[in-house]
């Protein structure tokens, strides 16, 4: 850590050392160790013992874990577009003036999960909840398609929308950092508000949208998990059992350790490449733009 | 000026840390050698249960009472509140290697403990103990508690499926009462009597009956029929519920819904517990094990009583039953067992009977006023003792908790879901429903195909046969 | 506006309906005889106020930690270059990849070869990391904002990392920090998973396990549950009212990115 012009900004990576041990220590250490004991039978109580690739082979045939891993996917493919529709589309309207309007659209993401998932499982009530009630109010007598699987993982995607906050502040900070100047030029050649938005919002915006796209789908796999074991349970007939749930029954309710671990490296590949998808289309689309 | 401020800090931080790990930490303090003069520092035994307060206020009186007579422990409750919950925290405290002393289980669910051998088996203790005999036991609990032949953990109540009825609602709606030795068809009649639509608006006001669509639920109705669950309840490898006795049962259950409409929709019971209705007076009758009664007793006003289950072919009802089980790793084991046998002996079985909460598995308790207190609610308690008569139990293998979990999702679809063309069960009952001939297939398919009984026979079989053929072969020494 | 702060009302008016009533059968704004008895309740069936505390000191701890850690490894990201940068700005890359669910079972192996299950440290390890490399992201991105000359020139003082951070680095990404204290406090403070796999005992409730068994009280208890999270919710909407000025500002230039 000696200080010297040239050398001492690269001096400065001693400050990441706690980070980067607590990293190797949190995750790293335990993602290793997941994958070496996908390949054994291990309970927490006896020794681990190993079994090949038993407990893959037994993924495929496994019709919950296949069931899991759809909804996760499904999940993701409803909630991540539409939560950042929702939060560009606030962001664009809100980018000036409004901080009371910001601060409500940003106060849902403060909520914690729990009181959050209670909150809406009293919102969902399929009776005497306020949003039965007032669906009554207005004539809809029939509630009970909440107690339908796709009635549930609408509501699922519904309540992740609300909370798009940070989404939401990001997207905010990226258009205010667009030139002022371009709008003004395009408002001068007559370009409608659709043009404005396709011609330069959109494509300026993009790269950060599409990071904050693979940020949200490795989001949505952990913020299901609360309201999924809190207001439905996996159900109805699994239909919100999502691939951490279903990871977390294995492993905490049947100590079946070594399983849930292979399935939480099916679980990080299948994000890796949802995410490396997502960069690669990025990737072409900036080329095609360029050439 | 920087500089101070970060000392502050980390003192500031180094204090909270040491409060807060303090508060978080379980046992951490050391065995402090006794001082001269004053007595040791009390022995911590941690009991880990679950139940709503109305539970937990009587266990807690439970645990005072132990302490003022054994200054030496102290107990540390862990209330949890939900069953699910419950199982998930000693999986993980027992992986965590932090299990609590001792905790209360039902006979379902304990033996995935007793297989990864985690359990300290009680047995031993119990026949050293000269507070406790095992013969003085009810013999249908303790059975229940034996693994591979050892007894594991002892019981602490016997308590059977009962129907819960509201007095004053069966007075108003003019219905009588239920008869000691009712039959299905008195059942059905007196549940249809109570389901009233009041003022008319199409949704029904008060619902004769309800149950949790579970397969525990349902195990006593195919038993009453002549049938079965499993096919060896001490080494279950098949489901049984394909067999001509169980289908009837599961007739009468589906017809209950669908064809008398006596049990609330599942919109209903998805908007409002089985218990809140009971205790609204919206509900004619409920079945559960003894555990609801300090809950209803707390309920003010409330007029109810408990009646046996209706019989058909045969009397039957189901055990539910918790013991006390002691973890191996636990490093106060005397002083845990210590708080055992004051907890099921005379005095504590006595005063957790008289908070209503169980059905004392020790025979002279529940044969005594404690038990049987004519002051309190429910005036017919007896009705538990002579159920005790035609109890039968579910399996208690390691998986049994496993299979119930997958099954009862099952159960649940297939009682709400009524086929797309509507029932074809009809007031009478008939064997016109066709038997399955095929397995597999989606609930959807099956119900189809009109196989709307059969299809939970199918469906669990499917769903459960892995996990019953991933058990151990037993018989082996 | 109306739709995002419509839960939050719904859930403040439903906690004021006295307990133990037949639920509602119309849309009510504010139920009748409204009070705080649901409130009385709450605290009663469950320790809140013990949980209450220990999910204060949790945050007291996690939340400086988190900005201290974040805003090193934030500075050494945008400090560095070369391979340097490369290995830091892949492992934060690679932390941002990973979904906390992945490694919730390992962590809980690691923690209890440790021996460490059954106490707090594994609820405020992961403040040791920043909190979430969000975070580190967030630091970097501000701090490299920041003109070089200002470390420069410290440098040639004889400054050594740690002095830098402290005296220019830091004082001049004040808004960052007010965001990455919110967020991290948000974090720690709706923390539901970790102290329900690691803690045990009435004594070691934090406020969101608090709020799950209160749970079981099932539906006519409805404002009781409503209450309790009000309860729970109330803290971190007063966090967030704190510090929105800092990153939700009007003007172009302010905002939590540091500009």
Known sequence: MKPGAPRGREAMVWLAAPFLVAAALLVGLPALLALGLAFTEYDALSAPRFVGVDHFLRLWDDPLFWTALGNSLLFAAMAVPLRLAVALGLALLLHRGGRLARSAVFLPTVVPDIAYALLWLWLLNPLYGPLALALKAVGVADTGWLLTPWGARGALVALTVFQLGEVFVVLLAARRELPEELYELCELEGGGALTVFSKVTLPLMAPTLALLAARDVVVSLQTTFVPALVITQGGPRYATTFLPLYIYQNGFEYLRLGYASAMTWVMFLVTAAMVAAQLWVLRGWRASKEA | MARTMTKRWTAALALAGAVLLGGCKREEKPPEPAKPGTAAAPTEVTLQLFGDPAEVEGYRQLISAFEAKNPDVKVRLVPIGKQKDHMAKLTTAFSGGTPPDLFLINYRRFAQFAAKDVLEPLGPRLEKSTVLKERDFYPQAVEAFRYDGALECLPQNVSSLVVYWNRALFQRLGVPPPKPDWTWDDFRKTAQALTRDENGDGRMDVHGLAFEPTLSRLAPFIWQAGGDIVDDVNDPRHMQLLNEPALEALRFVLRLQRVFKVTPSLEEAKSENHEARFAAGRLGMLLNSRRLVPTLRAVPDLDWDVAPLPRHHKTATVLHSDAYCMSRASKAKDAAFRFVEFALGSTGAELVARGGRTVPSLKRVAESPAFLDPNQRPASARVFLDSILSIRRLPNVAVWNEVETRADVIVEEWFYTVPPHGTQLTESDSKEVRPGQEAGGSMRRLLRQGNEVNALGQEVTEAVQGILDSAPKSGTP | ?259
Request: without cysteine.
């Open chain 3, 1 to 259: 506006m109306v739709l995002f702060l419509a839960p939050l009302v719904v859930m403040l008016t439903g906690s004021l309906r006295p307990p133990g009533l037949p639920p509602p059968r119309g849309v009510e704004l504010l139920p009748e005889g409204a009070g705080l008895a649901a409130y009385a309740a709450t605290f009663e069936l469950v320790p809140f106020g013990r949980a209450l505390l220990n999910s204060v000191l949790l945050a007291a701890i996690m939340v400086p930690l988190s900005v201290v850690t974040a805003s090193w490894a934030g500075l050494a990201l945008a400090q560095t270059s070369g391979w340097r940068w490369r290995t830091l700005a892949g492992a934060v890359l690679l932390l941002v990849m990973v979904p906390a669910t992945a490694v919730w079972l390992t962590r809980f192996a690691v923690f209890k070869v440790l021996g460490l299950t059954g106490t707090a440290v594994p609820l405020i390890a992961p403040a040791l990391m920043g909190g979430s490399p969000l975070f580190v992201l967030l630091y970097a991105v501000a701090f490299r904002r920041l003109p070089q000359e200002l470390f420069e020139a410290a440098r040639l003082e004889g400054a050594g990392p740690l002095r830098l951070w402290r005296s220019i680095a830091l004082p001049l990404v004040r808004p960052t920090t007010a965001a990455v204290a919110l967020l991290a406090f948000g974090l720690s403070w709706s923390n539901f998973i970790d102290p329900l796999l690691y803690l045990s005992g009435e004594d070691a409730l934090t406020a969101p396990l608090a709020l799950h068994s209160l749970e079981l009280l099932g539906s006519t208890q409805w404002p009781v549950l409503l209450a309790g999270a009000v309860v729970v919710t109330l803290p971190a909407v007063l966090a967030f009212l704190g510090a929105q000025r800092m990153f939700l500002g009007e003007e172009r230039g302010s905002g939590w990115l540091g500009r």
